[in-house]
């Protein structure tokens, strides 16, 4: 069996207290005009990876005073609806490499 090479495309975020987190980007798509971004906290420890139950973060691409920048999505129904595409998205994508793997 072939091994890929694959090399995590890693975002550092801050968040409004400062704090820096590093995280792991899942998938990219755009919705009515809107770009969202699913990631996963970075952990670069494959052991600690299948133990943590890490929970998939969404943000948006918004623009203030011409500057691009990844925000929280406020609005409950949005998050809802953009969570649920991204997951649905992401299984079938290691659904995908399950397969080629077969």
Not at 55 to 73: D, R, W
Request: glycine share 4%.
């Amino acid at each position: 069996m072939e091994e890929k090479d694959y090399t995590p495309e890693i975002f550092t975020l801050t968040d409004e207290e400062g704090n820096a987190q590093e995280f792991e980007l899942m998938d990219v798509m755009e919705e009515n005009g809107t770009v969202y971004y699913a990631l996963l906290p970075y952990l670069d420890d494959p052991d600690a990876v299948l133990e943590e139950d890490a929970e998939l973060v969404v943000l948006k691409v918004a623009e203030e005073n011409g500057e691009e920048f990844l925000a929280t999505i406020d609005n409950d129904e949005e998050y809802e609806h953009i969570g649920a595409i991204f997951i649905d998205r992401i299984n079938k994508m290691f659904e995908d490499e399950d397969d080629e793997e077969s």
